[in-house]
């Protein structure tokens, strides 16, 4: 299929601006809702979700500044903010490959790829993007299969390290918000459960069984 056509077949699939325009934040966070409130239509409820999780609100080390190599100064490892596009295209990226780029205008810079009916769903941040090659859906998953992880910090450095990208006028509860968010990410393993693996114990016992 051509680049233009398969283009035109992603355009109503992958999105990177929003449905209204300018909408403010309601006074609810409305990813603490299972859906839109009574009187609120669907498209105003994802603009809502999409204004609370789909935006690059702020760059800030060392959540998202790295240096780059290839441009020799620090920039956002997410690309953003992001070019604007007037109409849906794919072209080759600088590694090669082939990549799609959704309407975007200039409004919507820092906004994340969505769906709509998936960000209504899952009601949080959430990225869509379209593999294009045999070789992308291989690097993307050998990526993250190899992927190593590291130690979380302690508490105390966490807190710290928030605190210090943070404005002076910022409430304690934004604080202990991204305090949660950093550490329930992390996939540690305590000494307990490595000993398990090695064992091949059961991570679990159960004294009740249920057959279906």
């Given at each position: ?74 920039m956002c490892r997410f690309g953003f903010p ?90 304690i509860q934004l604080v202990i918000t991204k ?34």
């Open positions: 299929m051509p680049p233009f056509q398969l283009a035109q077949f992603f355009s109503n699939k992958v999105f990177a601006y929003s449905p209204i325009p300018n909408l403010e934040r309601p006074a609810v966070n409305p990813c603490r809702l299972s859906g839109p409130v009574e009187g609120k239509d669907n498209w105003t409820d994802v603009a809502e979700l999409l204004n609370r999780c789909q935006r690059h609100s702020k760059c800030a080390e060392p959540y998202c500044v790295r240096y780059n190599k290839r441009h020799r100064a620090k992001k070019p604007v596009c007037p109409g849906p295209k794919i072209e080759q990226i600088q590694n090669q490959q082939w990549a799609f780029f959704p309407y975007r205008p200039e409004g919507d810079v820092n906004m994340n790829h969505y769906h709509p009916l998936w960000t209504a769903l899952w009601r949080g941040n959430i990225d869509v993007s379209p593999v294009l090659s045999k070789n992308a859906a291989i690097n993307y998953i050998s990526k993250y299969a190899s992927k190593a992880e590291t130690m979380s910090a302690e508490l105390n450095k966490t807190i710290l390290d928030l605190t210090n990208s943070m404005l002076d006028t910022d409430r305090t949660l968010n950093k550490f329930c990410i992390k996939g540690d393993f305590s000494a307990q459960e490595a000993c398990h693996q090695i064992l091949s114990l059961p991570m679990v016992e159960c004294s009740n069984f249920s057959n279906f």
